[in-house]
Structure formats: structure tokens, C-alpha cells
């Protein structure tokens, strides 16, 4: 069964920047595409990027391109994702995403909060 | 872009009734998409896939059709923990693309 762990809540000031961590454990991380997907308070879901940990590539959502960054560490098992630029509308929550087919696995989490 | 759309909003029902959910792409996206439900303060869960297929899981109860641009999510009987959010999403095809999701429909108790 695969766990995704992610790091905790963060909050910033417009214009600075935020990286987020998501730990994988319990199946095999190499070649299975991992997403990030953000859920702004009381709004749908948006998909934000993914990144293929075999080889880094990365795919990013028009909206994002340019402030986004997807990063792997194959030796932690960890999927980082570096948004930069913030502005209030990028408070959301911020899941990590394992896709074996579609979105199979799901991290709990993460708020990011951005305010003056 | 291909755009997915949700309908209906909300969808007022009681235990026990039957639920239809629609969604509707902009254009053909075969079978490429998959079901998912949300409850308040939990992630969203994988539901149905590939249009029609149960992902693990997911109670026979629910059940998921059509193809090309038109999609339904039926609940045969509602149960009350049926009772959330639900999304469509679009897969396409790879080398990495877009995994659009549709705006989302409220299913409350009525």
C-alpha cells in the first residue's frame, strides 16, 4: 500500500516563494508519475503539474508555467514542488498525487497560506 | 483546451434514491476519464476509471458510463456516506498532458 507524507502547513508573504515536500513509501517510486493538485478554500480541484521520477520529466499546467517547479529525489523517495511569485488567490491546499493509472494515491495535504 | 463540464451543481436527494451525475467534455476524450469523491477535510478518492471501471474499493453501487464527449456517475441507492462532492477528470494521453478536472457536484440530503 503506498503513504504519501506530506510537509506541513506554511505561511508566506505575497511575492515570496514556498517549496513542499511529499514523501512516498510502500511501493515502488521509481517510474510512477507523481501530481500536485491544489484545492483553493471552498473550490474545486486544480491540477497544477506532474513530474516522472525515472527520468524528471515534467509536465506543468499553462496557468503555472514559469512560477512552478517539480523536483525528485530518488534517494528520500521524496517529490518536491517549488512555487514562486505568491499571491493571496494561491492560498489553497496542495496535495501530492501518485498516478499508477489515474490518481490512485492521494497525500493528506498541505495549506499554504498566503497573506500580508 | 478541452473543457469539462459538471452538471447538475448541486443534487438534492435523500437516502435510498438514486443519483445521476453528468459530466460533459468539449470535445472526444474516449474513455479517458475517472470519478472522484470528496468529503469535508479528506482528499479526494479515486472512484471509477476509465469511465466505467471500480477502482479498488469502490462499492458496486456506484457505477460509471458513456464515452466520447458524455459521461455519467450513477448511485444506485444512496447511502448517507454517499453524500459529498464528486469530480469527473480527463486523462490524456502521454507524453505528460492535462488532467483536467471538472468543476465538481455537491450531492447534499435533501
Known amino acids: 500500500q503506498v503513504h504519501l507524507v506530506q510537509s506541513g502547513a506554511e505561511v508566506k508573504e505575497p511575492g515570496a516563494s514556498v517549496k513542499l515536500s511529499c514523501k512516498a513509501s510502500g511501493s515502488t517510486f521509481i517510474s510512477r508519475y507523481m501530481h500536485w493538485v491544489r484545492q483553493a478554500p471552498r473550490q474545486g480541484l486544480e491540477w497544477m503539474g506532474t513530474i516522472n521520477p525515472t527520468g524528471g520529466t515534467t509536465a506543468y499546467a499553462q496557468k503555472f508555467q514559469g512560477r512552478v517547479t517539480m523536483t525528485w529525489d530518488t534517494s528520500t523517495s521524496t517529490v518536491y514542488m517549488d512555487l514562486s511569485s505568491l499571491r493571496s488567490e494561491d492560498t489553497a491546499v496542495y496535495y501530492c498525487?501518485?498516478?499508477?493509472?489515474?490518481?490512485?494515491?492521494w497525500g493528506q495535504g498541505t495549506l499554504v497560506t498566503v497573506s500580508s | 483546451e478541452i473543457v469539462l463540464t459538471q452538471s447538475p451543481a448541486t443534487l438534492s436527494l435523500s437516502p435510498g434514491e438514486r443519483a445521476t451525475l453528468s459530466c460533459r467534455a468539449s470535445q472526444s476524450i474516449e474513455s479517458n476519464l475517472a470519478w472522484y469523491q470528496q468529503k469535508p477535510g479528506q482528499a479526494p478518492r479515486l472512484l471509477i476509471y476509465d469511465a466505467s471501471n471500480w477502482a479498488s474499493g469502490t462499492p458496486a453501487r456506484f457505477s460509471g458510463s458513456g464515452s466520447g464527449t458524455d459521461f455519467t456517475l450513477t448511485i444506485s441507492s444512496l447511502e448517507p456516506e454517499d453524500f459529498a462532492v464528486y469530480y469527473c477528470?480527463?486523462?490524456?494521453?502521454?507524453?505528460?498532458?492535462?488532467?483536467?478536472f471538472g468543476q465538481g457536484t455537491k450531492l447534499e440530503i435533501k
Open positions: 498525487v501518485m498516478a499508477i493509472g489515474y490518481f490512485d494515491y
Open positions: 477528470q480527463l486523462r490524456s494521453n502521454w507524453p505528460p498532458g492535462r488532467y483536467t
